[in-house]
């Protein structure tokens, strides 16, 4: 262990805490001396107690302060989230929480305060701050401007050099994928793992226009002296590193593992290039084809509703109504016995709906997919109401298709969502094939699935209906 590092591990000793860093990456974020370093590529590797960790190093110090940036609000908050873990580290060693303000404040009268930008200008807010330690906790939420201005703030007074830690995990659309190039293949999208830890200079010229050497003194020579060079480094985190958190949480990495292939190839594989594009949400040979479904404990049929009608018996470019009925058995394999998808007036749309309900039976619920906005909310009651008899639930939707579809996927991609054999197979499994998580994308039937795998899965279950 380093002198760095066995400074914050003897802290933690003498007030009796068991939490220490890690051998390997840990130690090496903890120890390393750029005025930048990023620690992330994957999940579970113990990003964020690190930077938590960091922060002791100076807390006797009764003029240093450090604030810790989330993106919102919640993120900090979260059950489990940062101000849960740092109770666990700064309540033994003497710290005073303030909720209303989410800051701890220490005997020497240091101060670590964790806060929110949310919004662009947000970063506005921090004019004239003097900020020794910074902290962006998944930095690749945050944009280039947000950081870059902060580091405007990273300034002192009180005798600590100042420097900015952070944490993040990949992105391939963040301005970050581009600004930490050298530590990442290209065409892997994985990290170099020989360069991680490894210390380059740059110089920030504007909007992803920076330039970086080996040596601070070559951007000198090539800017002029009134260059001012940062020093930065990636340092790549391993999962398998984390042994505390293997030990107590074994099923984390089985988790990970069990992910969406989009979200399994970024936060278990570190994949910085993985995009949300055809085939990576679904494949058609990841569904069994069966000739019948067995006795099924829940149904459901969610309608995806469109207002595009079909001219003269030919379908129009625009979207379809498509309704997915699906059920779960008891050893949770779910099954699609039907898909029903059409163009038509909104009178039809109404009434194809009610005659499908009436024909799945009273036992079998339905979902009516409810678009954001008053009006969306307006037609999805007129829809409830037009099924009175039924047990029909509204459920309005708030996050991006491919967000959505993500559970779906993954127990797709397990092999436990079968299609019972009907004319709607290859329709349904184009579809889903060519489905990129975009809104541009066709995805009607995408969006029914989604939505009622989500019903059967939520934990209320409505009178043993679903």
């Keep these: 262990m380093t002198v760095a590092t066995d400074k914050i591990a003897d802290r933690l000793v003498k007030e009796g805490l068991a939490v220490r860093p890690l051998p390997g990456q840990q130690e090496r974020f903890l120890s390393c001396p ?15 107690m690190c930077v938590l960790l960091e922060a002791i190093r100076h807390i006797h110090n009764p003029d240093f302060s450090a604030v810790i940036f989330r993106r919102t609000y919640t993120q900090i908050t979260n059950p489990g989230g940062l ?51 910074i902290v962006f906790d998944q930095l690749e939420s945050f944009s280039e401007r947000q950081f870059f201005y902060m580091l405007s703030r990273n300034r002192s007074m009180c005798g600590v050099h100042p420097y900015v830690r952070a944490t993040a995990n990949p992105d391939p659309i963040s301005w970050l994928r581009h600004f930490i190039r050298w530590w990442i293949d290209d065409e892997t999208g994985l990290a170099i793992k020989p360069r991680s830890g490894i210390i380059r200079w740059f110089v920030n010229m504007g909007i992803e226009d920076d330039d970086w050497a080996d040596d601070k003194q070559v951007l000198v020579d090539r800017h002029g002296p009134d260059a001012l060079p940062k020093s930065f480094t990636f340092i790549y985190g391993d999962i398998h590193e984390n042994t505390f958190l293997m030990k107590k949480n074994p099923a984390y990495l089985a988790n990970l593992q069990a992910l969406p292939l989009i979200d399994r190839e970024r936060l278990l594989n570190g994949n910085w290039n993985a995009r949300e594009t055809a085939g990576m949400f679904f494949h058609s040979d990841w569904f069994e084809i069966v000739d019948a479904a067995p006795v099924l404990e829940r149904r459901v049929r969610y309608w995806d509703r469109a207002a595009t009608e079909a001219k003269n018996g030919i379908e129009a470019r625009g979207s379809h109504t498509a309704g997915v009925l699906m059920g779960v058995d008891k050893q949770g ?134």
């Excluded at 750029?34 to 964020?48: E, M, N, Q, T, Y």
């Excluded at 639930?393 to 079968?418: F, I, L, M, T, W």
């Excluded at 969006?447 to 019903?455: C, E, K, Q, R």
Aim: include cysteine; hydrophobic fraction near 40%; glycine fraction near 10%.
């Design 34 to 48: 750029a005025d930048i370093a990023l620690f992330g590529g994957v999940a579970g590797p113990g990003k964020s």
């Design 83 to 133: 101000w849960d873990t740092a109770a666990k580290i700064y309540r033994p060693l003497h710290a005073e929480p303030k909720q209303s303000t989410l800051e701890w404040l220490f005997p020497s009268g240091a101060k670590i305060k964790f806060a929110h930008m949310q919004y662009e200008d947000d970063r506005f807010q921090w004019d004239g701050a003097q900020i020794p330690y």
């Design 333 to 466: 394999v779910f099954y699609v016995p039907d898909v029903v998808r059409f163009q038509g007036s909104p009178l039809k749309v109404e009434q194809t709906i009610k005659n499908v309900a009436s024909q799945d039976g009273q036992n079998v619920g339905v979902g009516i997919e409810q678009d954001p906005g008053q009006a969306g909310k307006a037609e999805a009651l007129l829809q409830v109401r037009n099924l009175a008899g039924y047990d029909v639930k509204a459920n309005p939707v708030h996050e991006a298709k491919g967000v959505r579809a993500r559970p779906v996927s993954a127990q797709s991609e397990a092999g436990n969502v079968k299609l019972v054999r009907g004319d709607w197979n290859d329709t349904f499994l184009r579809e889903l094939e060519n489905f990129d998580g975009s809104d541009k994308c066709k995805s009607d039937q995408v969006d029914a699935a989604s939505g009622a795998f989500y019903l059967l899965t939520k934990k209320q279950k409505q009178a043993g209906v679903w």
